[in-house]
Every structure is written in C-alpha cells, then in structure tokens.
C-alpha cells in the first residue's frame, strides 16, 4: 500500500500527481515516438487512426461525460471540420491555417447547436442534437458547390511549409502532436474552474446555478469547445481517409463516437483513449473471428452491428465506469490487496430519482 | 477499419429513405385543390404511422422516465413475425396479427425484465445508450435469420393494392386502413387509461411513482406491462406500415423520425403523440411537394429544432420546475 501525503494545497490540482506518472507517460511517449521505426504500415495507420477518434473522443468526453450533455450528433462537427479542411486547402490555404479554421468552424457550429441546449435538457437535447446531425448530413450532400455532394471530394495530403508529409510516418506525428495538445488543454481545463464548473454543472444544475455559476454561458463554453476538439479530429480524419463523402459523418458516426465515450468510461480522460482503441480494434478482433464461426453467423452483414450492440449492452448493464472502470477497479484490488471489498464501487440505486425534475 | 460500420451501414440509411406514393397530378385550376388534398391524406396516414411509433415512446417514457431508442426495432421485428406466421406457418391474416401482436408484447415484458430494470433509476443517458444497443442487436441478430433476414419481402395483406376513387381524389385501401386502425387502437387506449383498474394504476405510477408503491400499486410489474403495451403498438404500426415500405432489416429507422413527432406533442403526453405525429407527416408530405429536392428528408428535423427553441415542451407538454 501506498500512501501519498499532501503537504500543499497545490498538489491537489498539479497535472503530475507523482512520479510513477512521470515515469510511465513518459515511457508510453517514448514508446509512441519511436513507434514509426518498430512497426509496419499498417499498425502506423491504425495508431492514427487511434489518435483521431481520441481526439473526437475528448471533444465528446467534456461534452458528454464532463457537462452531462449527451449529444447524438457528434458526427456533424465531425463533417463540418472535414469539409472546412478540404475547401481551404483546395482554395491554396497552408495546413497550419486550416486546421484552427476547422476548429473554428467547427466550434461556431458549436455554439449555434448550444443556443436550444440552453432552454432543453436530458431527452429533448439528446433528439435535438439528433435532428441538428442529419441536418448538417443532407446540407453536406446537396450544397455540392462546396461538398462535391454524395460523390464525395478528394482531400489534398498534408504539407508543412513545402514538406510534404504524406499518409505514413509523417501524418503520424502530425497526428501525436494535435492530440497530446488536445489531451494536455483538455487536463488543463479540467483542473482550472471553467473544467470545475463543468463538472458542477454535470452533477446538479440547481446546485450549480446557485453557487453562481452562469449555467448559459458555460454550457455553451462546453458546446463550443467540445465541438472545436471534434472538428480538429475530423480534419485529420479527412486528411486519413483523402477521399470524404456525406454518408461518413451520418448518425452511425455519431453512435460510433457516443461507442468510443461509453466503452471507454464515462467522465474519465483516460476513457476517451481507451475506448478509441477499442472501437479501431474491434473490426480486426470480428475479422478473425469470422473464420472460426458457423457461415451463418460468420457471413451475416450484421455481425459487426450485434457485436457493437452487444459490447454496448454489456458495458451498460455491468461496468457502467467502463473499461477505465474496470482498470481503477483492478488497480485498488491490488493496491489494498487483502483488503478488497467488492462494495467499493458498487453504484447506489436510486429507483424513485425523477430526472423531470432536475 | 475505422467507421467500417458507417460505411456498411450508410447504404442502409439510404435505403430507408422509401418513397411514400404519391402522385403528381396536373398543375392546372382545379388540380391544384385536388393534388393539395392527395398529400394531405397521404400525409395523414404516413402521419399516423409516425403517431403509432410515437405513442410507443410516450407510454414507456411516462411510465418508466426511459426512451426506448429500440421502438423502431421492436417494429422491424414485430413485422417480420406476422410475416413469418403468415408464410412459414401459413396462418390465415387476422390470426397471424394477433399472433405477432401478442408475441412480441410478451417480448417487451422480457425485454423490460431482463434488460431494463436492472438499471432502473440511473441516469437517462444510460438508458439511451441501452437501447441503442439493444436496437444494434435486434437489427444484427435479424440478419442471421436463415433465408430471411437480407431480403426484402412484401407482407402479404388482404387489401394489397386496392384503390378508391372519389372523383379525381385517388386514395389507396391502405392509406385508409392505416388512419382507421390508429383511430381505433387510440380510443381503445384513451378508454383503458380513462376507465380500466389497470389504466388508472398506470396513469398513478407515472405521475408520482413513490406515491403509488404507497397505495399498493405494483409499481415495477406495471412497468413491465407498459413495455409489453409499447412493443404491442410498435407490432402494429409494422404491420400497417409493411404494405408502403416493405418488410427488411431496416424498416426500424422510421422510428428515428417519430422522436421529432414525440417531441412536437411534448414527450409525456399521449393525445401529444398523435397529433404530433400528424403535423410531423402532414410536413413531411407537403415539403415533398412544395418545396426543393432533399427538404422531404430533413422537413421532421427542421420542424423539431424550431420546436424545441420556441417552445420546448412541445404542443401538449406541461411545464414542471423543480423546488429547491
């Protein structure tokens, strides 16, 4: 058992909480710089792939599991990132320009999507954002002067000042350097009062109202932010895949993303990357595990979606926390090793709780 | 590969778009009044399905405070159980009905029990989340019915393809059977919630739950009975609808575009759901017409955005603030 003893009330909010995670991240950014020369092509387009969907992933995260905004139609800003990244740089715009422009974009979306957020919760702003995503789904297919429509555009690779990167190695490391950013300014703002006044927000609105926080402005902060996170991803998801069309960013996007904050836990930074590794992983795991099932099961076109439906389920019905849950869980169990009570995370029935009322 | 399942399934959405028939008449003087009038009904009965589905979700949502994103699956798979009992087991039409219908209202109750409320009293997002899983599911498992699952069939109805003609007015048996049988099943409900034992008790348990586990109502059986009662409606606005679209995996998506109708009611409210519905399809047909290519699709989600900024709690929704 360890023990870590505050002397300072600046320990409570230091990004680095002790020095095995110094040592650890720092192993694990070690391991992601030099992966380019360990591993092949193939797991080099997996890793960005990776990276991408954790950075949409951290947008939804301070959306969802930090301010308690579920949004259904994630996928939108997602798109709207895609095609802002696309039309500027077919327009001559440099890469170190169109990146924030698409997170700009993107984030002014934002904000627009927050405006009904502000006077409706829980349900109805679970359908509006819902209705907002297949809005942004059919204005990317018909305004084709600037999407190109349903057949889609090519997206020029990524060039740094004349260098060009390409689609391996390069993109790669354009890829790590946005992310650890993200990750870095979504840490920050979780431990600055903007972060708190989130998470104030998330466990009660009242609670929250009354202790001065000014509900409207920071759901709206959130909407933007988040949104801002998702576009950024979704221009490197464009520049990934070099060829976009509307029927990517549609409402099986949007459940995907909703897929990657849900498996990977709720409310956690760490849940973000965890599921994104999981949902880039799942398609490979089904791939070879058609081989070993009966033709029927194998064959069927919606093996994919029972898997994702079932996993879905799963992690509901009996890891709420979800995969970061079932770490922190492993990690006490040795931590206070005979001393393990299988009551410490156990989470409270509340049968009578009404949410109309919040 | 990353968004594999929304490059599989984009094509799906596609599909559901289906054409809802509708005619295009001459636009000159009097036809004018008469291709108004075609849509309107046309609109009415698509209206009317979006109703059926929309009720589905107000039951459970006022019952248990949980949205059932699965309501378009338990349509999906409502509708091809009436259509297995119609060609496997060769079931006369009305017979094969009540079957499905019953069969899965026995599912909604399982359904309920096993999956539901285990996790009664967490969070909404929760639950959400739950049901889109649960809908992933049903959608994949159809896929893998033998000989059944990838295909698109068409349900045998008795009235199949009959029209009337009221003047130059065209209106398919169908349409008439959809407005008719959801007019009756709404009376039959109105009069349950109104007069029958079981009724009222529900009607308690959603207005104050606690207060009616006091008064010895069986607060959770009741609930499962709400889901048996939802996915019986759902089988039917399958069934109703299985003549226009067809029967196939993804018939279920309909159900997105009844949120919209559910929301323009106000969520908790029944007679809400219907009229709702109605204004959902009527606009949805009208902009079909009217206006350019590419409004039908989106008319449903347009209309619930301005809702939802004008007037949150929709047309029939009351207004509840909590007391600190």
New interface residues.
């Given amino acids: 058992v360890r023990f870590f003893f505050k002397t300072q009330y600046d320990q409570d909010i230091r990004l680095v909480k002790h020095g095995g995670q110094v040592f650890w991240y720092g192993l694990l950014a070690v391991a992601l710089l030099l992966a380019p020369w360990s591993v092949g092509d193939y797991w080099m387009t997996q890793l960005s792939?990776i990276l991408?969907?954790s950075i949409a992933g951290l947008g939804l995260m301070v959306l969802?599991g930090f301010t308690?905004l579920?949004s259904?139609g994630h996928?939108a800003f997602l798109g709207v990132g895609a095609y802002t990244q696309a039309y500027l740089l077919s327009h001559g715009w440099p890469f170190v320009l169109t990146l924030p422009c698409a997170a700009a974009l993107s984030a002014a979306v934002g904000v627009v999507v927050g405006?009904?957020a502000l006077?409706?919760k829980?349900?109805?702003l679970?359908?509006?954002t819902?209705?907002?995503g297949?809005?942004v789904e059919?204005v990317l297919?018909?305004w084709e002067s600037v999407t190109g429509g349903n057949s889609g555009r090519n997206v020029p690779g990524v060039s740094i000042f004349g260098w060009e990167l390409g689609s391996g190695a390069g993109f790669y490391y354009v890829c790590l350097v946005v992310c650890a950013l993200a990750t870095l300014g979504v840490l920050n703002l979780l431990r600055s009062g903007t972060g708190r006044a989130f998470i104030a927000i998330r466990d009660s609105e009242?609670s929250a109202q009354?202790m001065g926080i000014a509900i409207a402005r920071y759901k709206t902060l959130a909407f933007a932010i988040s949104a801002a996170l998702t576009g950024a991803a979704g221009a490197l998801y464009a520049h990934k895949?070099a060829f976009i069309s509307p029927?990517?960013f549609?409402?099986?996007?949007s459940?995907?993303l909703?897929l990657v904050v849900?498996v990977g836990g709720?409310g956690s930074v760490h849940g973000a990357f965890l599921g994104a590794i999981f949902?880039?992983a799942l398609?490979q795991f089904i791939a070879v595990s058609k081989d070993w099932l009966p033709p029927?099961?194998g064959q069927?076109?919606?093996?994919?979606?029972?898997?994702?439906?079932?996993?879905?389920?799963g992690i509901?019905?009996f890891e709420?926390l979800g995969l970061y849950g079932r770490w922190l869980k492993m990690r006490t169990y040795l931590q206070l090793f005979p001393f393990y009570r299988r009551g410490l995370f156990k989470?409270q029935?509340?049968?009578?709780?009404?949410?109309?009322?919040? | 590969m990353p968004g594999a399942l929304a490059c599989a399934c984009a094509g799906m959405l596609g599909a559901h778009r289906h054409r809802w028939p509708r005619t295009r008449p001459a636009p000159k003087g009097d036809a004018r009044v008469t291709a108004f009038l075609q849509l309107l009904i046309s609109g009415i009965s698509l209206g009317c399905i979006y109703a059926l589905i929309a009720l589905g979700f107000v039951l459970i949502y006022k019952a248990t405070e949980t949205v059932n994103f699965a309501q378009g699956e338990l349509m999906m798979l409502g509708a091809f159980g009436g259509l297995a009992l119609m060609q496997v087991a060769h079931l006369p039409f009305i017979v094969a009905v009540v079957l499905a219908i019953a069969a899965m209202a026995g599912c909604g109750v399982l359904l309920e029990r096993v999956a539901i409320r285990p996790i009664l009293g967490q969070p909404q997002f929760t639950v959400v989340m739950l049901t889109i899983g649960l809908g992933f599911m049903a959608r994949g498992l159809m896929t893998m019915a033998p000989s059944y699952g990838s295909d698109t069939h068409a349900l045998p109805v008795p009235y199949q393809g009959q029209v009337w003609n009221f003047g130059a007015l065209v209106v398919s048996v169908e349409q008439v059977v959809v407005i008719v049988v959801t007019v009756v099943l709404c009376a039959l409900l109105y009069a349950m919630f109104r007069y029958s034992r079981i009724g009222i008790a529900m009607q308690a348990a959603s207005q104050n739950q606690l207060a009616a586990y006091y008064m010895g109502i069986p607060v959770q059986r009741l609930n499962g009975l709400v889901w048996g009662l939802s996915a019986g409606v759902a089988t039917i606005a399958g069934l109703l609808l299985a003549p226009f679209t067809f029967v196939h995996v993804n018939m279920g998506f309909i159900g997105l575009k009844a949120f919209p109708a559910a929301v323009v009611g106000g969520f908790g409210s029944l007679p809400g759901a219907i009229v709702g519905g109605l204004v959902i399809g009527v606009i949805e047909s009208m902009a079909g017409f009217y206006l350019p290519e590419g409004f039908k699709d989106i008319a449903a989600y347009v209309v619930v955005l301005l809702m939802l900024v004008i007037k949150p709690n929709g047309l029939f929704g009351g207004s509840v603030r909590k007391k600190v």
């Fill in positions: 792939f991408i969907y969802a308690g579920a259904l996928a405006l009904p006077r409706v829980g349900i109805y679970a359908i509006a819902l209705a907002f297949f809005i059919e297919a018909r009242i009354s895949l029927d990517q549609g409402a099986l996007q459940i995907e909703l849900v709720v949902l880039i398609p029927a099961i069927a076109s919606g093996l994919q979606g029972l898997i994702y439906g079932a996993v879905l389920v509901v019905l709420p989470r029935k509340a049968f009578t709780k009404s949410e109309r009322l919040r």
